[in-house]
């Protein structure tokens, strides 16, 4: 495979698409030694096949605000491949939102999705609506404008959308209302709606939650545990919310959290009702972590501070995509950091990663560390097309199971001739190498 030639012909046909090539090329440089074994997935030309979106979905969405004045906002889904399942992923509210992000976020949910062993394809969708400072009412009237257009793109056995950042579960209970009144089927073609319409139990906290099973297999191959460690966490949003949790549960000591405005640092420890602030904070809708300052005497805020110069063992980015760069990881090199477990989707620049392998810090790729969210999308859609409700027991026993077999994974396809673990390699390779075997098992279609 010439990576040089298909990274050039991708940036030829989609100029400017910056988070789209970085994420494509990332895959490619780890997976060429392997794809080049299989002479069969070259000629089936698998490669060029899997990096283009089945299709891109994009419309615009008009919706009436507070005074009566009419907006205008962008509406995305990029359906990227279908081979494994039905086409499955989030949908993200944001300002920064574009057919780029859209389109690198939709190509990692695939290779995500497989990782789970679940029966999904992968997608992603999203509009440059910004849900900050939106009254109540605003928010319902743009999800319903969404879905108006939407609509007919979904199903349950062709696209299941579901939260990201911006779209909790009060946006995908306002999409999936709409949903439901245009087609008259109760389908639960949405994850992560409300416990009374389908939802399941420990939804909200499975990203997170997964994310330090993940990590806790981390330390169990090198002989630790994660109590007593400590964290930095960045982001204050439902994934961070469920990390926080998990590792203090498990024991550790989460230092910070972090928001648009800056970071706070809290020396005692985030735990307790600090834990249930961060809903508090997040509902509130102004997306700012100062106020928890103002509430808690043991933090300090520091506006404008990423948490990444602060001693801790691991670091936990939650956020979003390219928030942790080369000189954040400088810094935490430089603090003797020893695990970092990206839970953000591509949370860390190319550069930043290489830093971390180059300094031997055990780094973990968001696919594999993040993928406990949408499995347990996965789990909520059989429990719809089951009829049946689990408990947050069973939900959680399936989640652990399902974060150790990607470890496992990770291991079978990323194990360095020292006895480390390449993550980013293993998870790259055991999604492709899935996701590969399905397209050319279907043919040339
Ligand atoms: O990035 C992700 O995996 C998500 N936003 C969750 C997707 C899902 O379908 O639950």
Known sequence: MDINFIIQELERKHPGEVEYHQAVKEVLLSIADTYNQYPELIKAKIVERLIEPDRAIIFKVVWIDDKGDPQVNMGYRVQFNNAIGPYKGGIRFHATVNLSIMKFLGFEQTLKNALTSLPMGGAKGGSDFSPKGKSDAEIMRFCQAFILELWKHLGPDTDVPAGDIGVGAKEVGYMYGMYKKLTNRCTGTFTGKGLTFGGSLLRAEATGYGALYFVEEMLKRRGETIKDKTVAVSGFGNVAWGAVKKATELGAKVVTISGPDGCILDPEGISG???????????????????????????????????WDIKVDIAIPCAT????????????????????????????????IDAFLENNINFAPGKAVNAGGVATSGLEMTQNAQHLAWTAQEVDLKLHQIMKNIHQLCEKYGANSDGTVNYVKGANIAGFIKVANAILGQGII
């Open 321 to 352: 995509q390219n928030e942790l760069n080369l000189e954040d990881a400088k810094k935490l090199i430089a603090c003797n950091v020893t695990c970092v477990a990206e839970v953000s989707n591509m949370g860390c620049t190319t550069e930043a």
């Open 273 to 307: 009702d600090k834990i249930d602030y961060m809903l508090e904070l997040r509902a509130s809708g102004n997306d700012v972590v100062a106020p928890y300052a103002k509430k808690f005497a043991s933090a300090t805020f520091f506006p404008d501070k990423k948490p």
